[in-house]
């Protein structure tokens, strides 16, 4: 399964962002990310830490600050799973152990009130199950509430092919959180990428849907041109509901033509809070990678 943040080299950032310390302002990205993760409200400030993850861009400031989101008595748990998710991410190896085990245990407990963000943090970080762990996703799969999509694409990206069928029945029927989940599966058969690409080039699907649906098939394709050009054709197409999708994957893409349509957006105030930070890290993960 892919990682939810994948590894990234020394970051050196133009953009007048190269000398950038780690409180410049908020009017750069990563002055904005920073201050989005210190400064929002609840789940934004998870968006901003993975933003800046998501480029290896201050990891360190990153779990310092959620460590101390931890270590607060009582918070509530969905909160806490988001915490976990991030520290999962920036923490030392024994901190990432302890955060897997807690994911696990709230993961496979139906009364907590995190279950479902659980079930679904362990499917963004691709975690491998225990046997404990998958008889009781197994159980959700069954479900009727979002336990059961997240249940299913974890099972599949643990290599279970009935999941793996029933996702892609879910994703024909319609299903977001199917066209969501994609991006976090790995070795797509030619089947599934078939039908991604017929789902895509459906234009009476739901854009968000398309987005995130085009967003698995540019990384299982290596990202190439075609996959590249339907995200241009998306991006300018302005969908509000698709932004957050499709900057993710201009962020994937790498590509330094993309900086100037993203940068209109950035600076589009009007824009929801988590679709500007994600604006945000595409422009710092583009710069990283030149």
């Given amino acids: 399964m892919k990682k939810l943040v994948a590894a990234a080299g020394v970051v050196l950032l133009s953009l007048g962002l190269s000398s950038c310390a780690s409180h410049c302002g908020g009017d750069s990205p990563r002055g904005y990310l920073l201050e989005q993760m210190n400064e929002a409200v609840a789940w934004p400030r998870i968006h901003a830490a993975e933003g800046l993850l998501s ?36 923490g030392s190896a024994g901190e990432r152990l302890a955060a897997r085990r807690e994911l696990g245990a709230i993961a496979v407990d ?60 879910r994703l024909e029927a319609g299903n977001p959180t199917a066209a969501y989940s994609y991006y976090y599966l790995g070795g797509l058969s ?11 080039a459906d234009p009476a699907r739901p ?19 075609a996959e590249h050009a339907e995200m241009v054709k998306m991006l300018a197409a302005g969908d509000s509901a698709a932004l957050r999708s499709l900057f993710f994957t201009a962020g994937d893409f790498h590509r330094r033509e993309d900086l100037g349509m993203l940068q209109r957006y950035f600076a589009d105030k009007s824009l929801p809070l988590s679709t500007r930070i994600t604006a945000a890290a595409a422009l710092l993960r583009i710069e990283a990678n030149r």
């Fill in 190 to 200: 030619p089947q599934e990428i078939a039908k991604l690409r017929e789902f895509v």
């Fill in 110 to 169: 139906p009364d907590n009130q995190g279950v479902t963000h659980a079930v679904e943090t362990l499917m963004k970080l691709g975690a491998e199950l225990t046997p404990e762990e998958r008889e009781v996703i197994a159980g959700y799969a069954k479900a009727d509430d979002l336990r059961s999509d997240y249940a299913i694409a974890l099972l599949a990206g643990n290599g279970d092919a009935g999941a793996r069928a029933e996702l892609l029945r």
């Fill in 55 to 90: 480029a290896g861009a201050e990891t360190n400031a990153v779990a310092k600050t959620f460590r101390a989101e931890l270590a607060k008595p009582a918070p509530d748990v969905p909160w806490r799973v988001g915490c976990l998710r991030v520290i999962s991410q920036s």
């Fill in 207 to 225: 854009a968000a849907q398309r987005a995130d649906v085009l967003r698995a098939l540019a990384a299982q394709g290596g990202y190439n041109d």
